[in-house]
């Protein structure tokens, strides 16, 4: 056997980026250029970052306009912060010529690069998959856009809200007859940053089999029929006006109580039944007027009422501990609330960060869990620019 095939590589010159603290992820060893502004690409890295993955975000000489966004921290935009944690940070202006030649040397050890300009712009950059591919025929290139890249919106920008109400989630989310209604908290976003997580995840996946990387799209327009999917279901012959909301109606919604709101669910028999015993009403049990869900729906002005009658005598968190595990319900709280919620203390989803102008804070830490390789521990969203150095020697050292 010739020995020459078994000499041992040269030793590889250590990674300039700092090593991150904790058990490994399951995505630990893959490097992911984050190029994305706003909620739904830099979210869908972070998710990736939670799995042990080394997110390097790249920013503008201006920097990601999350960070613009109002916020009540003087410091630092809170919504940059819960968006981008785990990530190291640097400011490449890829219209500059040497700026551009450290994102393709960064390219060359990279797995995976995200990004959300609109179609066009890549090519005017010269980062276009297909210049991409050429440095790195490995490499998962993520595109998000807001409505793909073919058909006549490909290049109009897209926005959460916009696509809410363009995609009939914000009329669906009015009551019959009222004006539509946002629905916030960037629900269309998020579910991107997840689409994003799962498609890069799966095409890494592929590429352990075949070798070769490749092109994945996420929308926002996707994104937003893909939370409608039990909506957008039109059998042949049916009427273009037919009721699509998933509500089931009746008793289940939010109803208010002696002190604060109570959401309840109690669609199946069983929970029916143990509603009604906790709160007096057991003479509903005994007419099959009201023995199933579609029934209780059509005669919800005449349960509702009485509901409201017997839950004005405690509280919602009092009905939440009464109920227990018999009926399904939650006192409405604030976000504020969940930061010491038990159980969310028991999941250990809440980290406390330090972040270098905002100073120590909690956040949210990690959106999945792993019994083997739990990932190491999440760190806070980069200032602007704060890891260049690091950033352009390790582009530096990849060259060699």
Known sequence: ????????????????????????????????LDLSAYIAGPYGCTLLADQGAEVIKIEPPV???????????????????????????????????????VLMSLVRTADVLVHNFRPSVPARLGIDYARLREVNPRLI?????????QGPLKDKAGYDQVLQTM???????????????ILYGSVVDYYAA???AAGVASALFERSRSGLGQEVGVSLLRSALAMQSA????????????????????????????????????????????????????????????????KRAQHQAEIVPRLHQALAAHSALEWERLFGEEVPCAAARTVEDMFDFPQVQAEGMVHTFRHPAVGSYRGFS???????????????????GEHDDAVRAEAQRSLF
Not at 141 to 149: M, R
Request: neutral net charge; hydrophobic residues 35%; proline residues 10%.
């Open 1 to 32: 056997m010739n020995d020459a095939l078994h000499r041992p590589e040269p030793a590889e010159a250590p990674c300039a980026l700092p090593l991150r603290e904790g058990p490994p992820g399951p995505l630990s060893g893959i490097r992911v």
């Open 63 to 101: 920097g990601d306009n999350l960070r613009k966004y109002p916020s009540t921290l003087a410091a630092e935009s809170r919504a940059f912060i819960g968006v981008n944690r785990s990530k190291w940070g640097a400011v490449l202006d890829l219209k500059q010529p040497d700026d551009l030649a």
């Open 141 to 149: 290139y993520c595109a998000v856009t807001g409505y793909g890249e």
């Open 167 to 181: 995609t009939g989630m914000c009329s669906l989310q009015a009551p019959a007859g009222q004006p539509p209604q």
């Open 194 to 196: 997840a689409l994003i």
């Open 231 to 294: 909506r957008l279901v039109w059998a042949e012959g049916e009427p273009r006006e037919v009721g699509r909301d998933m509500r089931s109606g009746g008793i289940t919604g939010i109803h208010p109580t002696r002190e604060g709101y109570l959401y309840i669910s109690a669609n199946t028999p069983h929970f029916w039944r143990a509603l009604c015993e906790k709160t007096g009403l057991q003479e509903l049990l005994a007419t099959d007027r009201y023995d199933s869900v579609r």
């Open 366 to 384: 990690r959106a999945v869990s792993f019994g083997r390789t739990p990932g190491p521990v999440p760190f806070a969203s980069p200032a602007l």
